[in-house]
């Protein structure tokens, strides 16, 4: 058994040898309720889709952190600033995106919607006052040889759009850390301080100041039938811990096409209150906007001159088939120009990727696909939580799609094989046995912070800081932490 592996093993024996689990259900839901709604999602049945408070679990989490190695977390936060500009160079260069969308544009609508709007916002008399990013970029550790120590990090995904579980990853950390204190103090010292939740309130904090009037609102956007309440919660009071005569609302796109109205100056009101801010968590699926009305709320938001976190351009940056035109040395060279050093962070970082015109006319892809459909995953090109295929469902949708001639909707990225370690989790519900604790191998995805705020195009904020490990079971192409599948986790550096 590798090093770090026999060591979560250790763990999870001293923890059980410590306490039996209903003691350690009773320490969990202890904590959990010690923070009140902030460390909770809501949760929805077929015959109840009321937004009742009573409908809340907390989240599915990790009794105590996961082994990472010291050298890629480092890495990961040294390159953020890169990730940053990546963001910021290409959400400020329209050509760019356009040599990236022209392939992609005419067989996805909510992309060519998106695309659309854009350039009826640039024909306005005004601009918004600044513009906002939080960013989170998505890592694996690629196991270099099943039986050896080393591994690589892999970038997934750069997200510009509803960043979640940033705060709640600030309330695991502080959890880990109390719960290592009585079993294993000597651990403490490595775990790094996690300052993802500062990062962002910060962020929207300064964006707030930035709009110059201090009797504007902010408006977090939520879905109708939201989950993540807990991680909002926990923003929303962060942010009158800063200024506690600030006004936040959580609205819908439904609120805001019912009771948000435009000035002529492009001055944005909710009801009778100037909107200063308007923070999406929200509006990055096509099924948000299931009707007319949802595009005209939307339409109206960028509009204005209220800042957006993200701003359209931002929120085009993230699509994902601009993580694989960085395959393309030209693409990154015209976006980086002479910071040669931030295409080389790129080059660190990335998995191979194809297009699936490649897969067609490969014959080496083509027998991959057909002999080991578990060694690629087939992703699709926009914005979006899921949509990952692997093995046999790889298979049926590369067929569904070549048919339906929508190619250019989807890519193909080399299968991430990471370690895999022991966790005893505590999950929101109990399982057959009526336990909420079980021990699970599972393996983790890291997500790292940053932040801009830019005018005019120029950057005047950014940051960089702070982390998230979403843990699932191994045997899981996907992990969410809604559907109870992923675990909100944290790192020990190893």
Known sequence: MKRNEKTSKLI??????????????????RWALAHGKCFVQRYFTEDDNSQNDSNVLSYPFTICPS??????????????????????????????????????????????????????????????????????????????????????????????????????????????????????????????????????????FESWKVYNNSKAIILFVVPEHEFNIGDQMLIEKGLLSYENSLLVKHVTFVDIYRNCSLDSKGILYFGNFEVAFVYYRTGYDPKHFYNEDIWQAYIMLESSRAIKCPSLRYHLAGMKCFQLATNDEEFLEKLF???????????????????????????????????????????????GGG?????????????????????????????????????????????????????????????????????????????????????KPAINVEGGIASGQGYIDSVFLV
């Open 12 to 29: 999870c024996e001293k923890i059980l040898h410590n306490f039996n689990r209903n003691e350690l259900n009773f320490q969990c839901q």
């Open 67 to 204: 082994p990472y190695p010291r050298s890629e977390y480092e890495k990961a936060h040294e390159i953020q600033h890169g990730i940053n500009m990546f963001v910021q160079n290409l959400a400020f260069n329209i050509d760019l995106m356009d040599s990236v969308f022209k392939n992609l544009i005419e067989c996805d609508p909510f992309i060519k919607r998106l695309r659309t709007i854009y350039d009826q916002i640039q024909q306005l008399p005004y601009k918004s006052v600044a513009e906002t990013c939080i960013i989170r970029s998505d890592y694996m550790l690629q196991q270099m040889n099943m039986f050896a120590e080393g591994t690589k990090l892999r970038l997934i995904e750069i997200n510009t759009i509803a960043v979640g579980l940033g705060a709640a990853a600030k309330l695991i950390h502080d959890w880990h850390k109390q719960f290592l204190k009585q079993i294993l103090p000597e651990l403490v010292s490595q775990l790094p301080e996690n300052e993802s939740y500062n990062l962002i309130i910060d962020t929207l």
């Open 337 to 383: 120009h002479e910071h040669e050093e931030y295409t080389d962070d790129f080059r660190y970082v990335l998995e191979d990727m194809f297009t699936i015109d490649q897969a067609i006319n490969d014959p080496v892809l083509q027998r991959r696909i057909l002999d080991k459909p578990d060694s690629l995953y087939l992703k699709q090109s926009r914005e």
């Open 387 to 471: 949509n990952v295929y692997c093995g046999s469902l790889l298979k049926e949708h590369i067929n569904e799609i070549i048919m339906n001639k929508q190619s250019n909707r989807y890519f193909l990225m080399s299968r991430i094989y990471p370690p895999i370690y022991s966790s005893l989790i505590r999950s929101s519900r109990p399982n057959d046995n009526n336990e909420f604790i079980s021990e699970k191998q599972i393996s983790g995805e890291l997500g790292v912070f940053g932040s801009l705020i830019s005018r005019n195009g120029t950057v005047i904020f950014e940051r960089i800081g702070g982390s998230l490990l979403r843990s």
